[in-house]
């Protein structure tokens, strides 16, 4: 056993020693704009896709926007198209809900009290929850993001927003208010999740009042966001848990790979595969039209823009992505044809 | 003296690996290192005793448990080993990622997405209700279901042509005459009702595309291929390796379609504890209830690892901790720096496999 012990030390030393090899080669500043501007030009004119309609008031977001920016570990910014407007996070926010979680309560808790597989089924799925013994989703699906809200030790509704609020903004680095007339449709149209809610408490896997968890849960995806600001989020991930504008450290570094994971795993859904498939990096994505994805140890790329295809993701984020991500060669198993 | 070798020994390599300068340009320290490491895992896991043998596969009972071993494959063909490297073992899952790329290189990427799919099923690997509850009745290869779409998708006339054909390219991944295990064969074949039911219920919704009986045939035959750890590491190899076979200098697949594998793998490679492992290790990989797992570490080096003891979910306990255990040292994790450094990582957490 004490062996044991003293090989943990060898992991560690060697690890130390050995990971900066990891991060070989990052492109230059002027690739990363050069790749920036390909990619705007390239999709500023596709127009496939609806605004997500089942909230309402996100089929009222101007559908024309489109934009696109690079954020570095070290905090660097290169931007394309749209980059001030503040569009409502929605599912992006899930993994920094996850991070929060595991920062204050260890990596354990996701594992037991949510669980960590992909589930196969939509985002909003109730089967999931059915067919599952463990009744365990995963942070990135709606089940286990309320799950994750509920899981926050707080002692009252007040603190537990304050604290999922908090968390957010320390990754972005930039006070982020909620959009109360998309909070107000969203909620007041919150009948799938609210069902989702009850299950879940029912299986004894919420860990909040439901309807406190629910109206926590909806604020957080209400929360208003720039195409810079979630970029900014991706890079905090992509500086092993360090936000580089503000220097705060969001999530121990040994956590990062871990959520990383996660997001590969389940970040897009029922098109998780799809996308790791084409595009090979770590990824969330929400119907606000928000996607971010990150180089782990080097950079994060953010896109937004409204229209979504059937699966809920933005199809003009997704494939300027794709194309950053095949342009600078950095998807995690080598090329990608896209 | 063996007692206190080891306990010195681990510092010892810590102060190697860090100190002595011999680490390559490739962030790997050198074959010496890496053999001590293999060495070094080796006799620590092999204490792990959780796990059953597969009861529903009677051929596979009959192996010893307490086999174990540890290959390690470098990009210029270097091949390292611990354990028992060159017992053969059967293939059995471990082969469906190699099967999924000869689709692709058949017939292209596209075929795999829209034919079989790419998604992971959130069900274990012999599920049928992941065929169900799926409106497109999209699985993916690394599940039994997925598998026998990919084998009745490969090229040839009948099933004899077929499963020539895939010997052929298994052979040539593994640089090595491997051979059919007559007795698993027989075995599986007698015992395989569930991939039966699946393979009838795929064709009946049109995503098997080949008779069911022969390409299940196919399939158990390609379950049953003997390897040797040091041969399934080499296959994985051809994969770290972005297509090219390191000993032949052979390119066996574009870079592309190995990036499309290596996608999958990740997402469903350990059936459904594929998130957990992602979570912790990072590395693409696939297991065989054989006891054979393999990861690949894309331009770095392969892993396989074998011992027959499983866990509930199908996976070998120690060829899971062996795997987590080097990727952790050398911090080949794609997802960043090991997840679990230093006293974290505890015996009890690798042995549990979970």
Redesign the interface.
């Known amino acids: 056993m004490k062996v044991l012990r003293r090989s943990g030390f060898l992991l560690l030393a060697c690890s130390v020693f050995l990971y900066p090899a990891a991060f070989a080669a990052e492109p230059a500043d002027a690739d990363y704009q050069r790749v920036v501007d390909r990619a705007y030009e390239a999709f500023k004119d596709v127009s496939e896709g609806n605004n997500a309609d089942y909230i309402p008031i996100l089929a009222t977001v101007p559908s024309e926007m489109f934009g696109i920016v690079i954020a570095t570990r070290d905090g660097k910014i290169f931007t394309a198209g749209e980059q001030d407007y503040r569009f409502s996070i929605q599912s992006v926010s899930k993994p920094f809900t996850a991070a929060l979680i595991m920062a204050r309560q260890g990596p354990q808790a996701i594992r037991e009290k949510i669980g960590v597989e992909p589930t196969g089924l939509p985002f909003n799925s109730k089967l999931a929850l059915e067919i599952h013994e463990q009744r365990s989703v995963n942070p990135m699906v709606n089940a286990g993001a309320i799950a994750a809200v509920s899981l926050v030790d707080a002692e009252s509704e007040e603190e537990r927003w304050n604290l999922v609020h908090d968390n957010i903004e320390g990754f972005a680095g930039a006070e982020l208010p909620v959009l109360e007339e998309v909070y107000r449709s969203e909620i007041e149209t919150a009948f799938g999740n609210r069902g989702i809610a009850n299950l879940l408490y029912s299986y004894e896997r919420l860990y909040s009042d439901p309807e406190e968890a629910l109206r926590v849960y909806t604020r957080q995806c209400s929360i208003g966001i720039n195409t810079r600001d979630l970029a900014i989020m991706g890079a905090t991930l992509a500086n092993e848990g360090v936000n580089p504008l503000t220097g705060r450290r969001m999530l121990p570094a040994e956590h990062v790979p871990e959520l990383l994971a996660i997001m590969a795993a389940a970040g897009f859904y029922d098109e998780s595969g799809e996308w790791m498939y084409s595009a090979g990096l770590p990824s969330k994505t929400g119907v606000g039209g928000g996607i971010v994805s990150v180089v782990p140890g080097k950079f994060a790329i953010a896109a937004f823009s409204p229209r979504l295809n059937e699966a809920g993701n933005s199809v003009r984020a997704m494939r300027a992505i794709r194309m950053i991500a095949g342009e600078l060669g950095v998807g995690l198993y080598g090329p990608n044809p896209d | 003296m063996k007692h206190f070798t080891?306990?010195i020994a681990?510092?010892f390599?810590?102060?190697a690996?860090?100190c002595s300068g011999a680490?390559r340009a490739?962030?790997?320290?050198s074959p010496d290192q890496l053999q001590v490491l293999l060495e070094?895992t080796h006799r620590?896991l092999a204490v792990l005793q959780g796990g059953e043998l597969p009861a529903y596969i009677p051929a596979l009972t009959e192996v010893d448990p307490e086999r174990f071993g540890i290959a390690v494959v470098l990009p210029d063909g270097t091949t390292l080993s611990a354990g028992d490297a060159d017992v053969p073992f059967v293939i059995m899952s471990a082969a469906k990622p190699f099967t999924m790329a000869l689709v692709m290189k058949q017939r292209g990427?596209e075929t795999v997405?829209e034919k079989i799919?790419?998604?992971?099923?959130?069900?274990p690997f012999n599920s049928v209700?992941?065929i169900e509850?799926?409106p497109q009745r999209s699985v993916?290869p690394m599940v039994n279901a997925g598998a026998m779409a990919a084998v009745s998708l490969l090229e040839g006339e009948g099933p004899e042509a077929r499963w020539n054909g895939l010997l052929t390219w298994y052979r040539k991944l593994a640089n090595a005459p491997l051979q059919l295990n007559q007795t698993v064969y027989r075995s599986v074949s007698g015992t395989g009702e569930r991939n039966r039911a699946i393979a009838a219920l795929l064709n009946s919704y049109g995503r098997l595309y080949g008779e069911p009986e022969k390409v299940r045939d196919v399939y158990n035959r390609q379950s049953s291929v003997d390897v040797t750890l040091e041969q399934l590491a080499m296959m994985a190899a051809v994969l770290a390796n972005?297509g090219v076979q390191p000993q032949t200098g052979e390119r066996l697949l574009t870079?592309?379609q190995?990036?499309?594998t290596?996608?999958?793998m990740?997402?469903?490679g350990m059936y459904?504890?594929?998130?957990?492992w992602?979570?912790?290790v990072?590395l693409?990989a696939k297991s065989g209830v054989g006891g054979g797992i393999f990861a690949v570490a894309?331009?770095t080096l392969s892993i396989a690892a074998f011992s027959p003891r499983l866990d509930e979910r199908g996976n070998s306990v120690r060829a899971q901790a062996a795997i987590r255990?080097i990727s952790?040292?050398?911090?080949l994790?794609?997802?960043?720096?090991?997840?679990?450094?230093?006293?974290?990582?505890?015996?009890t957490n690798e042995g549990e496999g979970s």
Do not use: H, Q, Y
Not at chain 2, 117 to 123: A, D, L, S
Not at chain 2, 333 to 347: N, V, Y
């Open positions: 080891s306990r681990p510092w390599l810590a102060i690996f860090a680490v490739d962030g790997l320290p070094e620590d990427r997405r799919g790419v998604e992971p099923t959130g069900e209700e992941a509850s799926n993916n972005g870079a592309e190995v990036s499309a290596l996608a999958v990740t997402l469903a459904d504890a594929s998130g957990e992602a979570w912790n990072g693409p894309p331009g255990r952790n040292v050398l911090g994790g794609l997802f960043g720096p090991p997840a679990k450094p230093a006293e974290t990582d505890s015996l």
